[in-house]
């Protein structure tokens, strides 16, 4: 009787082991701020998608509150072939006075497979995500080979760090920073999707999305698939952007 006791402990034991080694935190939980032009993006429309080599699947989807702040929680655990990137879509710049929902708005993240507890989407995280997942957009899908996928994924935060919006260390360096035009000219295209947001008229925002519409390819509709149409032909694209500043 003792010996089927301990026996029957021993398994509950195993059991309550195995338990416990599922993470309980396996489920992706992100916490962030949508910011434009300096200022929160209000009532922004804010999803999580995992991008492999099939189509991209939605994870979650939530709306920024006034300050432009957001909460993600998905239970799926991403494989170690995905990557996740978060869009946010629409919404209202704070720092415009009297500006309504723009829905040409449209900001990308690119996060990689384990993506940080909080985070920031922002003019800077967008051309940065472009830029390096250039050839595996399609509108705002992102979908491609794996490895490449990783490599993007991998790249972006060398740009701008995801975790506050900001440049990252490897562009910071005095080398990229100061000696090459990398920093400069990666700000100067946020700024367009800043001026974008905030303080241009629809002439201007209309000759904007043509001049990054690609060669044989048709006008953007949004500012996510104007900066992807540019990083896919940075030279022409990036200077008839330029022009109508």
């Known amino acids: 009787m003792v010996k089927m006791a301990q026996f029957v402990s021993y398994l509950l034991t195993l059991a309550l082991l195995g338990y416990a080694s599922v993470p309980a935190d396996a489920a992706v939980q992100i916490e962030g701020q949508v910011q434009v032009g300096g200022g929160p993006l209000a009532n922004s429309t804010v999803t999580l998608w995992s991008a492999s080599a099939s189509a991209p699947r939605q994870l979650a989807q939530t709306r920024t509150d006034s300050n ?5 929680a998905s239970e799926e655990t991403p494989g170690a072939d995905v990557i ?8 209202m710049a704070t720092v415009k006075s009297g500006g309504g929902d723009n829905p040409a708005i449209a900001l990308l993240t690119v996060l990689g497979n384990k993506p940080p507890a909080k985070i920031v989407i ?4 967008t051309v940065a995500s472009t830029f390096t997942s250039a050839r595996f957009i399609e509108g705002e899908a992102i979908s491609g080979n794996p490895l490449g996928l990783r490599i993007a994924a991998g790249n972006a935060p060398n740009l701008v760090d995801p975790a506050t919006g900001g440049w990252g ?5 005095p080398l990229n920073s100061s000696m090459t035009t990398t920093l400069a000219t990666l700000d100067t295209l946020g700024s367009l999707i800043s001026a974008y947001a905030t ?3 629809d002439d201007w925002r209309a000759r904007f999305l043509k001049a990054a519409t690609p060669t044989g390819g048709v006008t953007p509709k949004n500012t996510l698939e104007a900066m992807a149409g540019i990083a896919r032909e940075p030279v022409g694209r990036s200077q008839r952007a330029l022009r109508i500043v």
């Open 169 to 173: 260390k490897v562009l910071l360096d």
């Open 122 to 125: 922002n003019e800077l995280t």
């Open 68 to 72: 432009g702040r957001f909460n993600l």
């Open 199 to 201: 303080v241009a008229n």
């Open 84 to 91: 996740l990137y978060v869009v946010a879509k629409g919404g």
